[in-house]
């Protein structure tokens, strides 16, 4: 099965969501700020990678474009999409945006169509 990377900052939201993944039998590894995953981003190899927008030390857009240097797919995760990048309109092309509150079968959707 798929092995995702979930970074959420949001401790309810991040066992919510790795609870429904792993109940899907994806593999998932988490961490709750942009450094952690950067690090395993670093660490391992993934299938997908599904972030907050906005962490404590720095964006999930910056997150994305790690993972995108590393052929990795990337869904964004946020209840704010026109503010990702230090205040400004970030450029999202190329990434899937997902507008928080979603519903765990709206994140396994995505999930599923992201990976094919």
Same mark, same amino acid.
């Given at each position: 099965?798929?092995?995702?990377?979930?970074?959420?900052?949001?401790?309810?939201?991040?066992? %919510?969501?790795?609870?429904?993944?792993?109940?899907?039998?994806?593999?998932?590894?988490?961490?709750?700020?942009?450094?952690?995953?950067?690090? @395993?981003?670093?660490? /391992?190899?993934?299938?997908?990678? %599904?972030?907050?927008?906005?962490?404590?030390?720095?964006?999930? %857009?910056?997150?994305?474009?790690?993972?995108?240097?590393?052929?990795?797919?990337?869904? %964004?995760?946020?209840?704010?999409?026109?503010?990702? /990048?230090?205040?400004? @309109?970030?450029?999202?092309?190329?990434?899937?945006?997902?507008?928080?509150?979603?519903?765990?079968?709206?994140?396994?959707?995505?999930?599923?169509?992201?990976?094919?």
């Amino acid at each position: 099965m798929a092995r995702i990377l979930l970074v959420e900052d949001d401790p309810e939201v991040l066992l %919510i969501f790795e609870q429904v993944l792993r109940d899907e039998a994806y593999e998932v590894d988490t961490s709750e700020t942009f450094f952690g995953g950067r690090d @395993h981003l670093e660490l /391992r190899r993934y299938d997908l990678l %599904i972030t907050d927008g906005r962490l404590p030390d720095g964006t999930g %857009i910056g997150l994305a474009d790690i993972a995108h240097g590393k052929n990795i797919p990337s869904l %964004i995760v946020t209840g704010y999409p026109f503010g990702l /990048r230090d205040g400004t @309109h970030a450029d999202l092309a190329g990434y899937e945006v997902l507008r928080k509150p979603i519903r765990p079968h709206g994140l396994l959707e995505a999930v599923a169509r992201t990976l094919g």
